[in-house]
């Protein structure tokens, strides 16, 4: 038993485990917390396997931004308030067989032994060295260009960044339109209205709140 | 030399001639009192003809007379040029040409000098009646056909003639318009003639088919060289031939129009029912005798024929009492001897008889008509009498036609029918026992009409009182024959202004009786030119001799005229003018010695069942309505029944079987099908998008899952069939 | 003597448990914004895979795909929410069961 192989049981099993509370907790912010904690497993996930900017990125944007988000949501909407009557939806015997499906299709097709895992893990990464494009001359005399390691080991995230604005410069640049458009996005769809809302697509559980009506009011004062 | 363009003018003449006065008629139809350009023209035009003609028979026989004279004026039917008939002669094609030979002149002179008399008859006859320009007309066209007819050349010229007359018969019997019967009259003898014209056109397409010409020189030189090859197909052509002759000619079974053919004026009864219509048939049996005399079985029928019609309307005609009747009937029965002389080879002494029976027979017509027009219009004999007394000229005239048609010698019926006699007692006994009743009963009924006209006193101030008074009204026909018809006179009696009775008799002008003197002269001397050899003639007779080179010799045998003993021909004259004497004398002894007609009356009581088969013409116009007529009229109606039950039920069926199999069954079709269709598409339709409609639920969750089972599901096909 | 190390199968079932995990999230939550979380979280699974074969292979591009994926994750999980913000506006909830306005 390797150290690795500990510490992936237990992350694992954290992982797993808070993954299922995610999605069975009543409350919102409940599972908001649980995904968080999801979150952290999957960066040191990340980490053990040698990605170790991925897994900073991880932490940073998922549990520092998107879990923030939908955590302002989640206060926002006044979650604590609502009774929801159900938990689950009306689809809850399809989901748990398709979610059953699929798992057993995952255990089914992913096979020790298949992958041909090197011996040992001791190989670092490619990606950590450097490389030049030399001119070697061969033994027959003809000159090849050839990728030189220049034998300095970089750290996961200069190899990153390199492979990132080298041979995947565009897909950058788009994902970075990408947000730019998504935040235009989120910011246009989530303007306030000043029109009037519509009552009668108010259900009638809401319409027994007091707080409803009060809304309802300033929405229409506003 | 003939020449070829007064022989064109010949039948021009009268053509122009009726184109005037129709022209002329069509434009005033009721005639001016003034009618001297009528009767120049139409006088005019025969007159020029009837010289003209005179002219050509002048300067043919003083030609040489060596053969015929044929000229053709133009191809008439082209059609056939080129084809090659059956015997090696090339082309069928028809000219409009004349022929001139001694037949030809003998009926030439006839119908143009008889046609002129007749016609200056007629302007005397016809003075008070309206359409007197369109009754010229009507007979110079007349002439225009007849000539045609005795000229042509070929038989499709004849033909044209011979319809032609036909056509104006028509027009002329039916002169009075406006009178029923007078109608009917002229279509009976309309439809007659075509029946006779249905089997003539039969026998000229044979003689075109076996001959491949109709030309009269080309069919009879081909007959006469090469007898034997056509002696087979003679027959039928002859008889076919001869068909036509019996409409033309009244004979048995066609005769029935000739008297109903009385309801016409008389002068039309006189030029075309007696002198020249009628005797159509015989020139053309005359004309064709090579082909005749091919075939003895085809002469055979035309003498029994003959015989039989002479017998049969002589017996007829002993019984009739309207004058223009008896005269209808005289005229069958003398059509009857011409036949029967043609039948038993004595062609000559046909013709010879068509040209006494000309002079005598017109001249008794036009008597007859000048006793009408003298006695205001009647008719009827039994109200006729002692007109010797008003009438003397037209007394006189009629006596010598009545001499002359019983054959006594030497008047010129004695002759012709002698020969006739003669001719037949060679070939057949009882053709001739039969020739010899229709002469005994001629000469009884003739001199019965006579002594009943003109002996005696004038009966007209009171009707005998035959039990069976009228009889003509007794008889049933088709079309009743009225015996007081005013054939024309009826203008004239009122002219005269009163009534029948208190009318005495007159004379009639100069202008009829001038004609009937001319007539009654040449019935005198009109015989001799076929004077036999007994008194003083040639054997053969100068007539004979005259027409000989019309029968041409068959098969290099010579025609040959028969010639009897003297013993046998002495005897033979001896018995025609015992049987001549015979009939006159039992009509003197019944009309003329007892004037109150006792003795006559009791033997008509006596056989009063043979009198009223005679009278009533032995009821052959009543069988042929029930047969003919009736026969096509119930043939009509069965077919009307055809028509109205069955094809009409037949088009019903189909229109009641479309209705329902079309409309209901469409309609139908339309409702459950079609509708079904479209309708099913319809709710196929509907069913599938609430099929489909169920997977948009709205839910995303349920797209979710669905989603996500497709993808297991497609990836668990994909990864675990992969071989 | 070569020490046990998780399998890249191992990591590769893991990532299949938390897929099938967030997948079920998916589709049995009736509350939107729960349904995104697991959303994020199948997202997280397939991250895992990624970085396993990024690993196993030594090679870049799952990483940078990881990232592009994260990138993409974050703008998704914004505008996913500001709809959800706008649909509580408009209706008062966040229950899923009455988005089905489209329905037919």
Not at chain 2, 324 to 329: H, I, Q, S, T
Not at chain 2, 398 to 410: D, K, R, S, T
Not at chain 3, 14 to 23: N, R
Not at chain 3, 42 to 71: K, P, W
Request: charged share 15%.
């Amino acid at each position: 038993m390797s150290p690795e192989l500990l510490v992936f049981a237990i992350i694992g099993t954290v992982a797993v485990a808070a993954s299922i509370l995610v999605i069975s907790m009543r409350n919102p912010v409940h599972s908001a917390l649980f995904l968080l904690l999801t979150f952290l497993c999957v960066a040191v996930l990340f980490v053990m396997k040698g990605a170790e900017f991925v897994g900073a990125v991880q932490v940073l944007v998922y549990a520092g931004g998107i879990m923030v988000l939908f955590l302002f949501v989640v206060m926002l909407i006044n979650v604590h308030h609502l009774p929801d009557e159900k938990v689950l939806s009306n689809f809850w015997k399809g989901g748990f067989a398709v979610g059953l499906a699929v798992f057993i299709l995952f255990v089914t097709l992913v096979r020790p032994g298949v992958y041909h895992d090197p011996a040992s893990s001791d190989k670092p990464l490619r990606s950590t060295y450097t490389y030049r494009h030399r001119k070697v001359k061969n033994a027959d005399g003809t000159v090849t260009r050839k990728l030189i390691r220049r034998g300095k080991v970089v750290g996961n995230s200069e190899a990153v960044g390199m492979a990132l604005y080298t041979d995947y410069l565009v897909p950058f640049e788009v994902a970075s339109l990408f947000l730019l458009v998504a935040m235009i996005g989120a910011i246009v769809i989530g303007k306030r209205e000043l029109s009037a809302i519509e009552e009668e697509n108010i259900p009638a559980y809401m319409l027994e709140r007091s707080e409803t009506e009060h809304e309802v009011k300033e929405a229409m004062s506003a | 030399m003939v020449s070829a363009t007064i022989l064109l003018l010949i039948p021009l003449l009268p053509a122009l001639g009726a184109l005037i006065n129709g022209v002329r008629a069509a434009a005033n139809p009721v005639t001016h009192k003034n009618r001297t350009i009528t009767n120049a023209v139409a006088l005019g035009s025969t007159g020029l003809s009837a010289l003209l003609a005179a002219w050509t028979v002048i300067t043919y026989v003083g030609g040489g007379m060596s053969s015929a004279y044929q000229h053709a004026y133009y191809t008439w039917i082209p059609a056939g040029l080129g084809h090659v008939g059956a015997n090696g002669i090339a082309s069928f094609a028809v000219d409009f040409a004349f022929r001139i030979d001694t037949l030809s002149c003998t009926m030439l002179l006839i119908v143009t000098w008889i046609g002129f008399l007749i016609h200056v008859y007629a302007t005397g006859y016809m003075a008070h009646e309206e359409g007197y320009t369109r009754f010229f007309t009507y007979l110079n066209l007349f002439m225009f056909m007849m000539l045609l007819l005795v000229l042509g050349a070929n038989y499709m010229v004849m033909f044209v003639g011979w319809e032609g007359v036909g056509l104006c018969s028509y027009l002329l019997i039916g002169f009075y318009y406006d009178k029923n019967f007078a109608a009917d009259a002229g279509k009976k003898a309309f439809v007659a003639n075509r029946i006779g014209d249905f089997g003539f056109v039969l026998g000229i397409f044979l003689i075109f088919n076996t001959f491949g010409t109709a030309d009269y020189g080309k069919v009879f030189a081909l007959a006469s060289a090469n007898p034997a090859a056509y002696a087979g197909i003679a027959t039928t052509i002859c008889v076919l031939l001869f068909v036509g002759a019996c409409g033309k000619s009244a004979q048995i079974p066609l005769y029935v129009w000739l008297p109903d053919a009385m309801a016409g004026p008389t002068p039309v009864s006189a030029l075309i029912h007696a002198a020249t219509m009628v005797t159509a048939g015989v020139y053309m049996v005359v004309r064709s005798n090579v082909l005749f005399r091919l075939s003895p079985d085809a002469m055979l029928v035309v003498a029994v024929v003959g015989a039989v019609t002479a017998i049969f309307a002589a017996t007829i005609g002993i019984a009739q009492n309207d004058i223009k009747k008896v005269l209808a009937y005289s005229t069958v029965s003398q059509l009857g001897f011409m036949f029967l002389a043609a039948g038993v080879g004595a062609f000559t002494a046909a013709i010879f008889h068509v040209m006494t029976h000309a002079f005598f027979k017109a001249c008794l017509f036009l008597g007859a008509g000048s006793v009408i027009h003298g006695c205001g219009g009647e008719q009827d004999m039994r109200k006729m009498g002692g007109l010797r007394k008003y009438m003397p000229k037209t007394r006189m005239t009629m006596l010598i036609a009545c001499i002359a048609i019983a054959g006594f010698p030497p008047l010129a019926g004695f002759f012709s029918k002698d020969e006739i006699l003669a001719t037949t007692f060679e070939h057949h006994g009882f053709l001739y026992f039969l020739g010899m009743v229709a002469a005994t009963c001629t000469a009884f009924y003739m001199f019965r009409l006579y002594f009943m006209t003109f002996s005696g006193d004038y009966r007209a101030a009171h009707v005998e009182g035959h039990p069976e008074s009228e009889p003509e009204h007794a008889g049933h026909d088709v079309i009743p024959s009225h015996p007081h018809l005013d054939d024309g006179d009826i203008h004239s009696d009122k002219a005269h202004g009163h009534h029948v009775e208190a009318h005495d008799p007159h004379e009639s002008p100069w202008s009829m009786t001038g004609v009937l003197w001319v007539l009654a002269i040449l019935a005198v001397i009109g015989g001799f030119v076929g004077i036999p050899e007994m008194f003083g003639g040639a054997h053969p007779t100068i007539f004979q001799r005259w027409l000989s080179p019309v029968l041409l010799p068959l098969g290099g045998e010579r025609f040959e005229f028969p010639e009897a003993s003297r013993m046998q021909e002495a005897l033979l004259i001896l018995s025609s003018v015992a049987v001549a004497t015979l009939g006159w004398f039992i009509a003197f002894v019944l009309y003329k010695k007892d004037s109150a007609f006792a003795r006559a009356t009791r033997l008509r009581l006596r056989f009063a069942f043979l009198h009223r088969l005679l009278e009533n013409k032995y009821y052959v116009d009543e069988f042929y309505n029930f047969v003919f007529v009736g026969g096509t009229l119930a043939f009509s109606r069965a077919l009307s029944w055809f028509d109205a039950h069955i094809i009409d039920g037949i088009v019903n069926g189909v229109r009641h079987l479309t209705v329902i199999l079309f409309g209901h069954g469409s309609s139908l079709f339309d409702k459950y099908v079609v509708d079904g269709a479209v309708n099913g598409v319809g709710y196929s339709a509907r069913g599938g998008s609430r099929l489909f409609r169920k997977m948009q639920s709205g839910f995303v969750q349920n797209y979710a899952l669905v989603m996500a089972g497709g993808i297991v599901l497609v990836a668990a096909v994909y990864l675990f069939t992969k071989p | 003597m070569p020490e046990a190390i998780p399998s890249t199968a191992a990591y590769l079932m893991l990532s299949g448990t938390l897929f099938a995990i967030g997948l079920v999230g998916v589709i049995i939550r009736r509350n939107m914004i729960t349904v995104l979380m697991a959303v994020e979280l199948m997202m997280n699974a397939v991250n895992i895979n990624l970085v396993a074969f990024s690993h196993r292979f030594a090679s870049l591009e799952g990483q940078v795909f990881t990232i592009f994926i994260i990138t993409v994750a974050a703008g998704e999980a914004a505008v996913g929410l500001a709809i959800i913000i706008q649909l509580y506006r408009l209706k008062s909830t966040i229950n899923v069961d009455e988005a089905r306005s489209m329905n037919g």
